[in-house]
């Protein structure tokens, strides 16, 4: 199962990065289109390399908190 979660976050980071390498048009799209599409593909790769660490990511957590994990392993 963390194989899988881990390939389908990793395909949906690349998904994201695509959409912004597509968007070359300052004008055609709004910076924080641009914006939201650069947050998720970091937020997704960061989880799916959490996954392969072995810790189990929450959806709703920060970054800051994912940060926090090899520290606290009661919180993993």
């Known amino acids: 199962m ?12 690349q998904a994201d990065l695509r959409a912004i390498q597509h968007m070359p048009d300052a004008y055609a799209f709004d910076e924080q ?6 947050q998720q593909a970091c937020e997704k790769a960061l989880k ?6 072995g ?6 957590m920060t970054c800051v908190r994912y940060c926090n994990c ?7």
Not at 33 to 38: D, N, Q, R, S
Not at 55 to 60: E, G, T, V
């Open 33 to 38: 289109v641009f914006g939201f599409h650069a």
């Open 48 to 53: 799916a390399w959490l996954l392969h660490l």
């Open 70 to 76: 090899q520290k606290n392993a009661a919180w993993c």
């Open 55 to 60: 810790c189990s990511p929450r959806m709703c």
């Open 2 to 13: 963390v194989t899988s979660e881990f390939a389908t976050l990793l395909r949906s980071a």
